[in-house]
């Protein structure tokens, strides 16, 4: 697609309740990664997938926290049991690669967030 | 974990005036990038820096790359309604891929029409 794609943009639940938020990188892009933005805070890296190498997931939190990316291309964050520190917004980004010069299409491309709450 | 201290954390200027902030680090990098971040989107790239004592220009936005490589800066001349929102520095170390990348806590900036 022309862009990151991600859903849903906003998702309130339950304590306890799992979630699962969704990405669709642009096309062709062989490196995705999800990072949180709380309130008033930076982003904070998540996961990223680089083409069929193994995930770098040593920024997720806690094992309630995966992520598992189908066929190279869309990509699920599950939060499980989630808690109420879990609310924030959930980013996505792809670029063409990971490694090598940040410029052209390989600059990361952020989708708009999905924005969980949870109560 | 790493940390960049962006500062100012949030800033209210006069429509016309020149704005400054900056990002510091106790860590050398290789890279510096600033993005911003219009309400309800993912944050930009606006200038990417990838050499010491580097000046880039993006229409009226200037950033440097610190000499010591530990720090950055970003000017914005003659600021506009548009130019509200959250800049956000990031840095990155040699030969890291860019999940590596470490993100100030950002600052906010609202202008007053």
């Known amino acids: 697609g022309a862009g990151v794609s991600q859903s849903p943009s906003n998702k309130v639940t339950e304590k306890g309740k799992d979630v699962e938020l969704r990405c669709d990188p642009i096309?062709?892009?062989?490196?995705l990664y999800w990072y949180r933005q709380s309130l008033g805070q930076g982003l904070e890296f998540l996961i990223y997938?680089?083409?069929?190498?193994?995930?770098?997931k040593s920024g997720l939190p806690s094992d309630r926290f995966s992520a598992e990316r189908t066929g190279g291309s869309v990509s699920t964050l599950t939060i499980q049991r989630t808690q109420q520190e879990d609310s924030a917004v959930y980013l996505c980004?792809?670029?063409?690669?990971?490694?090598?010069?940040?410029?052209?299409?390989?600059?990361?491309?952020f989708g708009a967030g999905s924005r969980l709450t949870v109560l | 974990g790493q940390q960049l201290n962006q500062s100012p954390q949030s800033m209210f200027i006069q429509e016309g005036e020149d704005v400054s902030m900056n990002c510091t680090s106790s860590?050398?990098?290789?890279?510096w990038l600033w993005y911003k971040q219009d309400p309800g989107e993912g944050p930009v790239l606006l200038i990417a820096?990838?050499?010491?004592?580097e000046l880039t220009s993006n229409g009226r936005l200037t950033a440097q790359f610190g000499i010591t490589r530990k720090d950055s800066f970003l000017n914005i001349s003659a600021s506009i309604p548009s130019d509200v929102g959250i800049y956000f520095c990031?840095?990155?170390?040699?030969?890291?891929?860019?999940?590596?990348?470490?993100f100030g806590k950002g600052t906010k900036l609202s202008v007053k029409p």
């Open positions: 980004a792809s670029s063409r690669r990971a490694t090598g010069a940040i410029s052209g299409a390989n600059v990361l491309t």
């Open positions: 096309s062709g892009h062989t490196a």
């Open positions: 997938f680089q083409g069929n190498s193994a995930p770098d």
């Open positions: 860590s050398i990098f290789n890279t």
């Open positions: 820096l990838y050499k010491a004592g």
């Open positions: 990031a840095g990155l170390k040699g030969g890291g891929s860019q999940g590596n990348l470490i």
